[in-house]
Structures are given as C-alpha cells and as structure tokens.
C-alpha cells in the first residue's frame, strides 16, 4: 500500500529515512511521499534520504533549533503552534494517490513524543484517508523520564489514531553494542518486518500474478478498529531457481518429484508461520485474544502455495480465538527468501504496557517529590535561619 510517512523527532526521521531507502533498494513502492519534522535543526540536516524541502523544523521561535530536551509537553505545544508548517510539507503529497498516512516517533524523547500525537489529531480531522501511528517504546535502561513520556505519549497517541503499531526497544536490544550501532541494527530489522507488510498491498499492477495476493484493502480492514498492534517475522533462505520447476522435476516430467516439492513447500510456510508468531514480536505480548490478524507469505512464487497459507491462516485463528484471520502471498520473483509476516492487531493482553505505566507512575512521583522538596531546600539555604537579612527589593 502506498503511504505518506511522517517523521516526528530524531527517531522517527531516522526511521522514515531508512523507509525511503529500503523503498528505493527494494522498488517495493510504499513510500509515496515522506517528511521529517524536529524541533532539532542538526537531527534534521542529518538524514539522507528524504528530500531536504520535507524537512520541516517547528518550534523555532521557543526552541531555536536546539530541540525541546526531552519535554514532551513542550513538543506537544510546538506542534499545535507550528502545525500550520507541518501541513504546509503535506500540502505538496498528492493525497488522493496515497492508501493511509504513518506517523512514526519515538515515544520515549520530546518532539516526537508529545507531537506525534497532535499530529495524528490534525490529519484525521483534515483527511478522511486513516492515519496509522508506529510508536516506539525505550529501553527500560533508559530511565525515569523516558519511561514516563512513552506511556503518557502511548495513552495519547492510541486515541488519535485509527491504529497504532509499536515497536518495542527494550526487547530488541543487544548488549554490549554502542547505542548507535545498536540503533542501526533495530532500525534496519523495523523497516524490514513494516516494509514487507506494507509492499505486500502493492503488489499487482505488473508485478507477478499469484494465487492470493494480499491487497492493501486487507491491511486496511485488519488495523481497522484501532487499537495498538504489533507484528511478527520470520524467514528463511530458499534455492530461488526462477525457470519454474526443480530441474530433476523438468527432466522426468515427474508428478512425484511435484508432490514432494509441495509438501516441502506447504511444511516450509507452517513453520515459518508458527516461528513468526511465537518468536519476538515487535511488541511482545499473548498472542492470545488479538481482535484480527493479517498472515504475508514474502519470496518467489513457486516457494508460496495456497495451501500452506490456509493451514498457517488456520493456525493462527486457533492461536489468537479471532475470527477475522486473513491471509495472502507477496510474490517477490527475485528474492532467495521466504518470509511470513503476520500482523495482530487489536491486542490487549500485553505486560510489557503495564510495566511501562507502573515504572512511569513510580517516576512521576518521584519527581513530583523531589520538586517539592528541592523547593523546601532552596528555601532553607537562600533564607537566614532567624530571618534577619532583608533582600534588596
Ligand atoms: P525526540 O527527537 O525528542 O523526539 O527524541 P528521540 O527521537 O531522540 O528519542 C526518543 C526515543 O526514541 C528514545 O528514548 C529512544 O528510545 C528512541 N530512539 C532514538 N533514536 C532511535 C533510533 O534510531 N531507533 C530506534 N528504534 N529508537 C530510537
């Protein structure tokens, strides 16, 4: 499906970026337009791939480019004040081309956290396209703050939008690697598991015809209804002899040689599908209760079958107890891959959420405790104990 993807703070123009660039390597056609907004002049001259007239910065007057530290009410106020230049960047999308828009941001900081949000609100009273949010948690190293920005930014953003995919940093981080180096790794492995399941709809015109291709009306009804959703992925190599069948089969002409190659294929993709929903989700949760879900099988057509994807489909509705299970391929003629994709969308049953807003409230009044107190001492140490000293005026 074709999407206008908007960035908000350093994460989620980094994101968007590698969006841009994975499109371009990959001609998978999902990006239609892209645009970066920060509050941080440097975070935007940074990026490399979208388009330097869609990067917007906001908040110039209160912040002068240096960004908003980490205050997300402060990001949230920008974006009301400067949405008119926000939408000046959307302004120059041709709407009527695109199937939703995304905007991306990480929860945790301050621009992308508090106008994020703000954000969703004006695009679903403008546009009546629907406007997804991917929302990323921080890492419970982080600290404090972020945790408490990322649930009240989370409570926020869910309500704007009609559906929010998330992302969750704190299980996908490795040890012993440089934030940067770590960023990298995730930010690639977000794109990929996102950008298989949004080219899955833009399949089609041209592209190979498979038995069940997935249509971007299929992604669309599954995030429908809103709700936080996250997605699973797994994969694996595969022989990609795109001249049809096996050689040893074309030789003999055999139906046996066929047979096999079915079995194998159709046992392929079960596995596949169990590992992608059982493995880490982007948002870990009980997979369990999930309202809809939606089963992409990525790679070359003769390693796809029907077959498999029923069975698969079928599996999952067993897991999750939803009726609303679709499923379908996304033939890639000149992949050596074959992947499943599997989206779950409407999950309640999510731990990790209620953590967050347990650490978050435990902050919150930390903080509000230690403001008081600061604010006593101050007092005590600016003050004479017997009050004789008079200020000046
Ligand atoms: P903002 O610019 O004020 O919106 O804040 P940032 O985007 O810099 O940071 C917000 C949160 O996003 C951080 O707390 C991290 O959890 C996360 N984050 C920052 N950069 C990246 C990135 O490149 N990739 C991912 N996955 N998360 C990031």
Not at 62 to 80: I, P, S, T, W, Y
Not at 268 to 282: E, Q, Y
Not at 380 to 385: E, Q
Request: with cysteine.
């Amino acid at each position: 499906m074709k999407l206008a993807m908007i960035g908000f703070g350093q994460a989620g123009g980094k994101i968007v970026d590698k969006f841009v660039e994975y499109d371009k390597r990959h001609d998978s056609g999902i990006v239609r337009a892209a645009v970066a907004v920060n509050t941080a002049k440097a975070d935007l001259m940074g990026l490399e791939h979208i388009p330097k007239d869609q990067r917007v910065l906001i908040g110039q007057s209160r912040v002068k480019g240096h960004g908003v530290g980490a205050d997300n009410e402060l990001g949230a106020e920008v974006a009301e004040e400067d949405i008119d230049e926000v939408q000046g960047a959307i302004d120059s999308i041709p709407v009527h081309e695109i199937d939703a828009f995304l905007v991306v941001a990480g929860l945790g900081g301050g621009t992308g956290s508090g106008g994020s949000p703000v954000l969703a609100k004006h695009l679903q009273r403008i546009y009546t396209e629907p406007v997804y949010g991917l929302g990323i948690l921080p890492g419970s190293d982080e600290g404090g703050i972020y945790t408490l920005n990322a649930a009240r930014s989370f409570q926020t953003f869910v309500r704007e939008v009609d559906n929010l995919l998330v992302f969750d940093n704190d299980a996908w981080r490795k040890t012993g690697e440089s934030v940067q180096g770590g960023y990298d790794e995730i930010n690639e492995e977000i794109v990929t598991r996102f950008g298989v399941l949004f080219g899955a709809g833009e399949i089609g015109q041209g592209g190979e015809v498979a038995e069940s291709v997935v249509d971007s009306s299929e992604i669309i009804n599954t995030l429908a209804g809103g709700g936080v959703s996250t997605v699973g992925y797994a994969s694996e190599t595969v022989e990609n002899d795109s001249s049809g069948g096996g050689l040893l089969s074309r030789l003999t002409g055999g139906d046996e040689e066929d047979d096999l190659d079915t079995a194998h294929t159709t046992n392929r993709i079960t596995s596949l599908v169990r590992k992608a929903a059982l493995g880490r989700l982007t948002l870990p949760c009980e997979i369990e209760g999930a309202e809809r879900a939606l089963l992409v099988m990525a790679g070359p057509p003769r390693h796809l079958n029907r077959k498999g994807i029923e069975r698969g489909r079928k599996w999952i509705e067993e897991q999750t107890g939803s009726m609303e299970v679709r499923g379908g391929d996304y033939p890639i003629t000149d992949s050596n891959r074959v992947a499943s994709v599997i989206l779950l969308s409407g999950v309640t049953n999510v731990p990790r959420i209620k953590e967050l807003q347990q650490v978050a409230i435990e902050a919150q009044d930390n903080i509000d405790d230690i403001r008081e107190e600061s604010e006593e001492n101050l007092e005590n140490l600016i003050n004479d104990d017997e009050d004789e000293l008079e200020s000046l005026f």
